[in-house]
């Protein structure tokens, strides 16, 4: 299916861990990316091939993926991590065709 | 430093065309494996992917957007152009082009410009 479900939002306090899941039927096949997106700056990249980190990325941030859930765990949530966050994939036939999450509010507490 | 800049109007009216431009820097879409595509985000909603392209012209679009895209590449001048035909009040929001990279396997997004905000009214 060419659709992705991510809750709307999530709240944790400070050093918790924050989990924010992506279910779609793609994940099964397709591999899960995830993007940062602070209050009015363009997305980044925080997690590719479901789980792999860029350079550059807080090793608190990590990612995974079993059947058709994807996850990005935050740990020791840190005040600056509040963002919205979209997962991203394709559709389980066609890896050009390119589907985003409705995105996470991670509020920090 | 690899950056990716958007450019176009900043308002257009309905049942216009909108063409935008994304100006690559420190890469060229001549590299094999590579790719440019755009995408939108409405104001306050999700991420929409729009299109993209890769370095040897293999286009790919959005299903519900098909009729309406075309996205080119000008190598010359190291820069990717989306033009978007019958614009509607719907289609506000920010543009983004961003670099398209191969990894596992698969593409993703891996760097992408500040956006360009368009406003679509009469």
């Known amino acids: 299916s060419y659709e992705l479900t991510q809750p709307p939002s999530v709240s944790v306090s400070p050093g918790q861990t924050a989990r924010i899941t992506c279910s779609g039927d793609a994940l099964a096949k397709k591999y899960v990316y995830w993007f940062q997106q602070r209050v009015g700056q363009a997305p980044v990249v925080i997690i590719y091939?479901?789980?792999e980190r860029p350079s550059g990325i807080p090793e608190r941030f990590s990612g995974s993926s079993s059947g058709t859930t994807g996850t990005l765990t935050i740990s020791g949530v840190q005040a600056e991590d509040e963002a919205d966050y979209y997962c991203q994939s394709s559709d389980i036939s066609d890896h050009n065709l390119v589907v985003f999450g409705g995105g996470t509010k991670l509020t920090v507490l | 430093q690899i950056t990716l800049k958007e450019s176009g109007p900043t308002l257009v009216k309905p049942t216009q065309t909108l063409t935008l431009t994304c100006t690559l820097s420190g890469f060229s879409l001549n590299t094999r494996g590579l790719g440019v595509g755009w995408l939108r985000q409405p104001p306050g909603k999700a991420l929409d992917w729009l299109a993209h392209i890769y370095w040897n012209d293999d286009k790919h679009y959005s299903p519900s957007l098909r009729n309406r895209l075309t996205i080119s590449k000008d190598t010359s001048n190291n820069q990717v152009v989306l033009t978007v035909t019958n614009m509607d009040p719907v289609d506000t929001g920010t543009y983004y082009c961003?670099?398209?990279?191969?990894?596992?396997?698969?593409?993703?997004?891996?760097?992408w410009g500040q956006g360009t905000l368009v406003t679509v009214s009469s």
């Open positions: 091939d479901d789980s």
């Open positions: 961003a670099r398209r990279i191969s990894s596992g396997g698969a593409y993703f997004f891996d760097i």
